[in-house]
């Protein structure tokens, strides 16, 4: 395609998400801690030093790079899987003391068990633990919000939806002018699961849903189009691989937009 004029970095980026291949389909290697995390949401650097970490970058309804990406923190033991999440606020929010004074940062509205917590800012979480299962395996959805409200239910692979599953998973928030922190402990038997084997592989997915601040779900895991197709393939889940004890974990020192406007 040739155009008629010079095309900015933003109208660039524009084309090659509409027009040019484009993957996001994750994986995320995850090692075994030997550190004692305290789930207390302050998200302490020695406790999760050997966590992976995964953005929450991909605004799920526009399919482009948010202006402000969240992260999740990862890793297990013996016992459970272990989950952090650091949500910043958009600057342009954070410098604005009128937010915080007449209306706050978050939308905390649900305060009872298994209401509808994504109502609330939020995280969302996905998990399938055995997605080798003739049926597809199921699907544990749990969701939580920034008053530590959760919201939990499963998909099994045969089309049944199970209400009463209840993980008991410990959450714990702290929310301040930078943005909200959690942390979070699942048990591996909330998943009917024994502790994976070194090289077991799960689906998951990790969104983090805005609702007073702006109106929008942004993920981890994305889709996919070649150059065949013209519109994204999506898929909700991406991999999630125990590694054991001789993992290398990489951690981003630092987030931002991969491309903005003028």
């Given at each position: 395609t040739i155009y008629n004029k010079s095309l900015s970095e933003h109208e660039i980026a524009e084309?090659?998400?509409?027009?040019?291949?484009?993957?996001?389909?994750?994986?995320?290697?995850?090692?075994?801690?030997?550190?004692?995390?305290t789930i207390d949401g302050k998200i302490a650097p020695?406790?999760?030093?050997?966590?992976?970490?995964?953005?929450?970058?991909?605004?799920?309804?526009?399919?482009?790079?948010?202006d402000t990406p969240s992260q999740?923190?990862?890793?297990?033991?013996?016992?459970?899987?272990?989950?952090?999440?650091?949500?910043?606020?958009?600057?342009?929010?954070?410098?604005?003391?009128?937010?915080?004074?007449?209306?706050?940062?978050f939308k905390k509205d649900r305060l009872v068990h298994d209401e509808s917590v994504d109502d609330d800012d939020s995280l969302e979480l996905l998990v399938v633990p055995n997605p080798g299962a003739k049926d597809g395996g199921d699907c544990h959805r749990m969701v939580?919000?920034?008053?530590?409200?959760?919201?939990?239910?499963?998909?099994?692979g045969s089309?049944?939806?199970?209400?009463?599953?209840?993980?008991?998973?410990?959450?714990?928030?702290?929310v301040d002018a930078s943005g909200w922190n959690l942390e979070a402990r699942i048990p591996f038997a909330?998943?009917?699961a024994k502790p994976p084997a070194d090289g077991s592989v799960w689906k998951v997915n990790f969104y983090r849903i805005w609702r007073l601040l702006r109106t929008e779900k942004d993920g981890w895991n994305f889709g996919r189009r070649t150059?065949?197709?013209?519109?994204?393939?999506?898929?909700?889940?991406?991999?999630?691989?125990?590694?054991?004890?001789s993992n290398v974990a990489v951690k981003p020192l630092s987030w931002g937009p991969l491309f903005r406007g003028d």
């Open positions: 084309i090659f998400r509409t027009q040019g291949e484009v993957s996001t389909r994750q994986k995320l290697s995850l090692g075994r801690t030997r550190q004692t995390i020695d406790e999760w030093k050997d966590a992976a970490v995964a953005p929450i970058a991909i605004d799920i309804a526009r399919g482009r790079v948010t999740a923190w990862l890793t297990y033991d013996a016992e459970s899987l272990y989950l952090a999440l650091r949500s910043p606020l958009p600057e342009s929010d954070a410098a604005n003391p009128h937010t915080k004074l007449l209306a706050g940062f939580v919000n920034t008053v530590d409200t959760t919201y939990d239910y499963v998909l099994r089309g049944e939806i199970d209400l009463k599953w209840d993980p008991a998973w410990k959450v714990k928030s702290l909330a998943f009917g150059s065949s197709q013209e519109t994204m393939e999506k898929f909700s889940l991406g991999e999630m691989v125990f590694r054991g004890e």
